[in-house]
């Protein structure tokens, strides 16, 4: 019998020594509660306070780690050959970023905006105020890139440049993101909105537009979302690809008092909460859920091949943040599956209901979703 993701026992990677022998707090677990209040060490050579973040669905694919910076500072340039996606999660400042003697483009930023960080370009963040600290969510794929390539010189003092990487994507690199249709895609609002096709990109999984950018300044506000109808609850989501990488992300929206389904693909996706009250269970086949309880600046990570599904305690629509979707961690087959409503065990939604009603509330699941397995919502688009 072959043993979960999560049982077998991984060999110690390069990138796990690297961040044991910098000597700042590492987190483990499956969740936390609130990355603004999580536990920093001081980080000399990066002049911030940080942390790293190995959360049990990370699996030695993906990068989180939690960089604050003090009142009024400005950090060192970082330049890395691999791109780096960074989330708000309090305070606002100013990011400089530019690749070899180019010019610098600067953006200001303020908690739940969202940009990335091409690889070969320097980035220097600064702390626009100076009473208070500033903290971020650094993303990205360090892990696997250290196995293959085990020098960690390598990743912060290569020379090489390739600016056309960053000058080559025109003048408005850091300014509104644009809709793009990919190859099949549908979306009546987005095409009205002046998207454009692609016939080179893949389709989003809502089957909408994608929108291409490197800055998204409020990830708490944003508001063109595409119904994503196969995963329950009458669900929103958007589809963020940042340019001339594979890196992207992808948000979702539900409604007060509902739950998506559950369902499973491969590891390295970290969640993170811009907006909402609730909790998600991560569950391994066979094995007792685990309750991962969320608000705002909350992170989760649900390991591969494990069942995972999203519930909203809230009174106001609540929001979840996904980095990582590369292709090979997509999953397939039996390895992508989802749980209709009508087949999942009664306790998934008697606990809902329990943890509503412990807030005088009552789910506003249609009870027609338990029974028919291809119930559909109004999404009010005439479909
Ligand atoms: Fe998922």
Redesign the pocket.
Known sequence: MTEAPSERRRSHLVYDEWIESIGIPVHRGHYISDLREVELGWWEERGCNAAFLQLKGMEGVSEARIVEIPPGVTLPPLKMPIGETIYVLSGSGLASVWAGEGPKTSFEWAPHAMFHVPRYAYAQLSNARGDQPARLLHYNYMPMAMTVVPDPDFFFKNPYEDPSLLYGQGEDLYSQAKAVLGRGAVDPAAEREGATRDDSMPVAAHGGATWVGNFFPDMAAWDKLSPYRHRGAGGTSVNVRFPGTNMSASMSVFDASMYKKA???GPG?V?VIPRGEGYSLLTEPGKEAVVCPWGEAAVFT?PGGWY?QHFNLGTEPARYL?FGHLPQFAGAGDYRHQIEYPDEAPKVREYFEAELAKRGRESLMPDVVYKDRDYEWDYGDGD
């Open positions: 369902h499973l693909h996706r969640i649900p995972h996904k």
